[in-house]
């Protein structure tokens, strides 16, 4: 495992803005995979900056704690209800934050796991993740139960799930890369280099649409082109000339200069506003 790579997501959920609601929402993926004992959950911490994180959002959330250890937080399991809360993009966030590591994209062996102390816990979890056709598997080690990914495509839909979009673009192109060289003799340098191309087209995408929702510039683009950018979001493999294909399919009929000319317009406003 490489730990800078799995710090650096970290560092990239902490430094994410968030309302009071889905900073309520990260703060339960986190308490919902820590220890807990007694009445008591324990959250430890063994990175500085995220320990500092952890610390603030339970302020925000007046949540009452204590330090157990100089890296640990005692909080009384009583004041913590799970049973109205969503499980979603920051839930999953937050459980990665507290418990998830992934491995160095550069080893020959890929994983993504992440830790739980609570049987019943992980396999609620599991279940949830599977709606979304994300097929973890799980095994006890140690008194924790571990939920892993080890398929390459299996940890690119866990990333884009929680809106690491930078990770899964990257182990995404290291996928292509990949490919190429074990397929070298059924792909062409013209294949490959379209879907290079098509990556860091995405990224460009994700991170202009990304910006233009945040910071509330919707009214710059009528409902068409908002329309497109939704759904290239949720497709963010097809190329133009398949998803005109797929918006036909639900009898939304476009061109792909159309398609072209709304991505266009997105990055030209991006790259005036940001």
């Known amino acids: 495992m490489d730990k800078s790579f799995t710090l650096a997501l970290k560092e990239k959920i902490i430094a994410r803005k968030y309302t009071k609601s889905s900073e309520q929402e990260l703060l339960m993926g986190i308490l919902y995979s820590s220890y807990q004992e007694d009445n008591f959950i324990y959250i430890t911490i063994n990175t500085l900056d995220v320990f500092t994180f952890v610390q603030k959002l339970l302020e925000h ?116 890369e990949r490919d190429f060289t074990n397929n070298i003799n059924r792909l062409t340098n013209f294949d490959f280099y379209n879907q290079v191309k098509l990556a860091k087209s995405n990224k460009i995408f994700l991170d202009s649409f990304d910006f233009i929702m945040k910071n509330s510039y919707q009214n710059l683009f009528n409902h068409k082109e908002l329309e497109f950018f939704n759904f290239k979001k949720e497709n963010i493999d097809l190329s133009l000339s398949e998803l005109v294909e797929a918006l036909a399919n639900q009898k939304i009929y476009t061109s792909k200069s159309s398609l072209n000319r709304y991505l266009q317009k997105l990055k030209t406003l991006y790259n005036k506003l940001k």
């Open 61 to 176: 959330q007046k949540i009452s704690f204590e330090f157990s250890k100089k890296n640990q937080f005692k909080i009384d399991a009583n004041s913590i209800n799970f049973e109205n809360n969503v499980r979603r993009q920051n839930f999953f966030s937050g459980i990665f934050l507290n418990s998830g590591s992934i491995g160095d994209i550069n080893t020959v062996h890929y994983h993504l796991e992440l830790k739980f102390f609570n049987k019943l816990k992980a396999e609620e979890a599991k279940s949830i993740l599977e709606k979304y056709n994300i097929n973890f598997k799980v095994f006890e080690r140690k008194n924790t139960f571990i939920l892993y990914l080890k398929k390459i495509e299996s940890i690119c839909d866990f990333l884009r799930a929680i809106e690491m979009y930078d990770a899964y673009l990257e182990f995404e192109q290291t996928k292509i």
